[in-house]
């Protein structure tokens, strides 16, 4: 059995220890765990190649130097909610949120290793869905995506609104066929039909229609079954399913279909409101299938979700762009796809 290496670094020795017995509870076969707190060391030990895993160290320890390292997956521990990082690949997990959720986030990585090398996880339809106009969800949508693609998992996205635009623009003018139409309308699917109408990419994309759902005769209903056919015979780990944000029949079925609902919403006093509207027409409860997103959040200014009852289902928070330099965007949507595996 192959057994992965799993480095972690910080100060603090009792902190770790916790963290390395919950780890070793589970993956004592799996893993070679190495517990560090003497900068110096570390200096020493990344003198010479090193292939590493999992890497898991204190904001304050790291070097530029480290990344010249073969390091799988790299987490900072950190101080403040927000942290400082604003490195590509690395991804934050803040330090006194609980052990627990230390450990959720890694066990996550470790579960895709582990499976990802002995078989293949299981298909998942991820649908993604607002209450709210304007909330991102098509941007978290697609930096899900593209996230859950750089983990070296198959995604298709698919858009299910009723006016469609190429997810990508290299895909301009790209248009879905009649075929599709036509059995979308039947609810009966091909393997052709369905292979003809992606386009291949970064994320691969089911092609949008040129003219409106209405347009074609059609419903956003009618993509039920396709999304399910699209699971059972097409070779993707992940379909992201991005819908529009009136509450109807086909969202209701799709919630119940989808094996994790992904819903980005604003601080705002609207956004709180509508949440709160929402979470009174579902059960959220399970909260490995629900997973809330505070999109565009902004520290220190007013919070109105933070004033409702499902504020602390609220495990993901994606900065707004302008306030955040390189890829700490693209960070938070990797925080987001580790939650996914």
């Excluded at 799993?6 to 963290?19: G, N, T």
């Excluded at 400082?84 to 579960?111: A, D, E, F, H, M």
């Excluded at 956003?220 to 993707?236: H, V």
Aim: charged share 25%.
């Amino acid at each position: 059995m192959k057994r992965y290496r799993l480095i972690m670094v910080d100060e603090d020795i009792s902190y770790l220890s916790k963290v390395e017995l919950m780890l070793l509870r589970e993956y004592s076969e799996e893993i070679d765990l190495e517990l560090i707190t003497d900068p110096d060391y570390l200096d020493r030990l990344f003198q010479t190649p090193q292939q590493i895993d999992i890497l898991v160290i204190h904001e304050d320890f790291w070097k530029d130097s480290y990344r010249k390292q073969s390091l799988r997956h790299v987490f900072f521990l950190t101080e403040t909610e927000a942290g400082n990082n604003t490195l590509p690949g690395i991804t934050n997990i803040y330090k006194y949120s609980s052990v627990q959720n230390v450990v959720r986030t890694i066990n996550v990585v470790l579960k895709h290793l582990v499976q990802g090398s002995e078989n293949k996880l299981e298909k998942k339809i991820v649908m993604v869905y607002s209450p709210q106009g304007g909330s991102g969800k098509t941007t978290i949508a697609l930096g899900a995506a593209k996230a859950l693609t750089n983990l070296g998992n198959r995604v298709l996205y698919i858009n299910t609104e009723s006016i469609q635009i190429p997810a990508f623009p290299e895909n301009l003018e790209r248009w879905a066929d009649r075929s599709l139409i036509q059995q979308l309308s039947s609810g009966r699917f091909s393997k052709d039909v369905l292979d003809n109408n992606i386009v291949r990419g970064e994320v691969d994309c089911m092609m949008p229609f040129q003219y409106s759902l209405v347009g074609n005769g059609l419903k956003d209903m009618n993509y039920l079954a396709l999304i399910q056919t699209a699971k059972e015979i097409l070779p993707y780990d992940f379909i992201i399913v991005d819908t529009a944000s009136e509450f109807n029949d086909f969202k209701a079925q799709m919630m119940s279909v989808a094996d994790q609902v992904i819903i980005p919403c604003l601080q705002d006093e609207q956004s709180a409101s509508k949440i709160d509207a929402l979470l009174r027409n579902i059960n959220a409860s399970d909260k490995n299938k629900y997973i809330f997103v505070c999109n565009k959040y902004r520290i220190g200014e007013e919070n109105r979700l933070a004033e409702t009852t499902v504020w602390q289902m609220f495990h993901h928070k994606i900065p707004m762009e302008e306030d955040v330099q390189g890829d700490i965007i693209t960070n938070g949507f990797m925080e987001l796809a580790y939650n996914l595996i």
